[in-house]
């Protein structure tokens, strides 16, 4: 398989980098990433949303296929609404849930991934 160049980036740029639905408006941004221990697979993109300048926002883990990169956009597009994420598992930053299998189920099975 080839690879593009550049495909690689380090999760420290990640974060920060904003997120759009497909009409390219922006959602908000990745706050983190949530990453399988044992295989290194991204699981989850942790998006921050809603709040003023970060104040009052929640955290939104996405399943990190639903993400698309868009060199246009400069940022990830992912197939949502502001109304499915405003139903959407989250919480507040400091208080992460465990990401274990029954939040992973309840993750994926709220986005139908």
Known sequence: ????????ISSGRVQGTNVYNA???KLG???DL???KYTGQVRYAVMEFGGFLGIGSDRYPIPWRL???DKGLG?????LSTPKLEGAPRYPKDKQPAYDEAYGAAVNGYYGA
Do not use: K
Not at 75 to 79: A, K, L, Q, T
């Open 1 to 8: 398989m080839n690879m593009p160049i550049n495909s690689v």
């Open 23 to 25: 009409a390219g408006d």
């Open 29 to 31: 941004t990745i706050d």
């Open 34 to 36: 949530m990453i399988e």
């Open 67 to 69: 993400l698309t990169y």
């Open 75 to 79: 940022g990830y597009v992912v197939p």
